[in-house]
C-alpha cells in the first residue's frame, strides 16, 4: 500500500506563472488535507476536501488558490500567478476518519 | 475557533536528560497526534491519542492526554541525539475533523 504520493517533489515557477500541485492519497482514504510550511515555521492549514466536496477552505487565500479532489485522479492544489511569498512547502496528508498521513511535500520556489 | 498552542517553542537538552513537551488545545476533540519532522522532510506519525487518560510510549518518547484540563504532554527520557528533530502536536475537531496544528517544538539535543 504506497503512501500519500505527492508530486512534484520540487516546482521551480516564476512570478505570473501558474503552480499545480497533486496529491494522491493512500488507498482507501477519502479525505485529503493541504497544509503550507513556511521555512521554520508549523504547518498552516489550507483546505479539507472529501471526493468532490470542498469540507472546509477556511485555510486558503481568497485569491490566486483553489483546490479540487475529483471523483477520479489525484487532488489538485493550483496556485495562479505565483509571488515570491508563495514560496513553501506544500504537504498534503490523507485519512479515513483515523490517523493522517503525510506525503512527502512539494518545495514551491517562486523565482 | 480550535487553537492549538505548544511550549516550549525551542528546546536545547544534553543527552541523557528527561523533558517534557505540552500542547494545550482550545476547544474539545476527538483525536490528538504528535508527528516528528526531520529538516526537509516530511511528518512521522508518532502517536494519536484518543481518550481522556490515554498514554503511549514507544521508545524513550511517551505521550498522555487529559482531555479536560486539554492538555497533552510528550515526554522524552534520557535523550539521544538522534530524538533532535521538530515535534509538533495537532488536534482535530469534533465539528467537523480538520487538523490544526501546534507551531511546533525544535528539539535540539546535544551529544
Known amino acids: 500500500n504506497a503512501g500519500v504520493m505527492q508530486n512534484p517533489r520540487h516546482l521551480v515557477r516564476r512570478r505570473g506563472q501558474e503552480a499545480r500541485l497533486r496529491c494522491s492519497p493512500m488507498k482507501g482514504h477519502s479525505h485529503v488535507y493541504w497544509y503550507r510550511q513556511l521555512p521554520e515555521e508549523g504547518l498552516k492549514f489550507m483546505v479539507y476536501l472529501q471526493k468532490e466536496n470542498i469540507i472546509d477552505e477556511s485555510g486558503m487565500p481568497k485569491e490566486r488558490f483553489s483546490a479540487e479532489f475529483p471523483k477520479e485522479g489525484p487532488s489538485i492544489l493550483r496556485i495562479q500567478q505565483v509571488v515570491r511569498g508563495d514560496s513553501a512547502a506544500y504537504f498534503c496528508?490523507?485519512?479515513?476518519?483515523?490517523?493522517?498521513?503525510f506525503g512527502q511535500g512539494t518545495r514551491l520556489t517562486v523565482v | 475557533e480550535l487553537k492549538v498552542e505548544q511550549n516550549p517553542l525551542f528546546l536545547s537538552m544534553q543527552e541523557g536528560k528527561n523533558y517534557t513537551i505540552y500542547c494545550n488545545y482550545s476547544t474539545t476533540s476527538d483525536r490528538l497526534y504528535w508527528y516528528r519532522q526531520d529538516p526537509g522532510k516530511s511528518l512521522e506519525s508518532l502517536f494519536v491519542?484518543?481518550?481522556?487518560?490515554a498514554v503511549k510510549q514507544e521508545g524513550r518518547l511517551m505521550a498522555s492526554l487529559d482531555t479536560k484540563a486539554r492538555l497533552s504532554t510528550l515526554h522524552i527520557t534520557a535523550a539521544v541525539h538522534d530524538l533532535s528533530a521538530t515535534y509538533f502536536c495537532a488536534v482535530d475537531t469534533n465539528r467537523d475533523d480538520k487538523i490544526i496544528f501546534g507551531k511546533g517544538t525544535r528539539l535540539h539535543i546535544l551529544p
Open positions: 491519542l484518543l481518550s481522556n487518560g
Open positions: 496528508a490523507s485519512s479515513d476518519r483515523g490517523k493522517a498521513f
